[in-house]
């Protein structure tokens, strides 16, 4: 069963904007991750967000993280066309191994 | 290129029949993930290895799966008795000893039972 979802399911924006896509998630974690996944380049690890921090930034993305309502977001600024994939939040709940469970993803297409 | 590779990258096999596939992972990375991912879905965990010892098999999908990693560097994932729902994306990751949490995603093999 997935232990993040993800919404909306698809996005769709002009290159420039902004995109936000939120994750929700069931029990309590010790990290949240967000990966992107596209055809020419698979699945890549793009942020991690621990159980302690409420926001992080790397480069354009930016991710919160509100445990209290057991739920993330990622916003990627002043999109680009390269931006176009699915993206996953990917939730650690184990104790210390690491064993992500991943959402359905968020499916972005960014126009040029 | 050393990145994580997976071979093959397309298997096309017939309902029953038995299949393996091949994930070498980043050199000096000691554990390795194992996912299969569906049309639509999110990469689901199958099992991991830290060095050659498998920690987490639980979640392998039925008993006709089975995967090793003999000397703790390359692993193999073994697909008997291959039925229709088997067909989807296989997955490998790798992570570093000292950042497990960086997984580093091989391209996938694709598997299609017929």
């Known amino acids: 069963s997935q232990q993040g979802e993800e919404d909306p399911q698809a996005l769709s924006i002009q290159e420039g904007e902004n995109a936000t896509m939120n994750c929700s998630y069931k029990t309590s974690i010790n990290n949240l991750q967000w990966y992107r996944q596209n055809s020419g380049r698979g699945l890549v690890h793009l942020i991690l967000i621990r159980s302690n921090e409420r926001e992080k930034h790397s480069g354009r993305l930016r991710v919160t993280l509100d445990t209290s309502k057991k739920s993330s977001s990622l916003l990627i600024t002043a999109s680009r066309a390269a931006d176009t994939a699915s993206y996953f939040c990917?939730?650690?709940?184990?104790?210390?191994?690491?064993?992500?469970?991943f959402g359905r993803g968020t499916s972005l297409i960014v126009h040029p | 290129d050393t990145g994580v590779s997976q071979d093959p990258r397309h298997k096309i096999t017939k309902r029953g029949q038995n299949v393996t596939f091949r994930c070498d992972p980043i050199s000096e990375h000691n554990r390795l993930y194992w996912y299969r991912q569906t049309l639509g879905q999110g990469p689901e965990f199958l099992t991991y290895?830290?060095?050659?010892?498998?920690?987490?098999k639980s979640r392998l999908l039925s008993d006709r799966f089975s995967a090793e990693r003999p000397k703790g560097s390359f692993s193999t994932l073994e697909i008997q008795r291959t039925e229709q729902g088997d067909s989807a994306m296989y997955l490998c990751?790798?992570?570093?000893?000292?950042?497990?949490?960086?997984?580093?995603f091989g391209p996938g093999t694709r598997l299609t039972v017929t």
């Open positions: 290895f830290q060095n050659e010892a498998q920690l987490e």
């Open positions: 990917a939730t650690d709940v184990s104790g210390g191994s690491y064993i992500p469970t």
């Open positions: 990751a790798s992570s570093p000893p000292l950042d497990l949490y960086e997984q580093y």
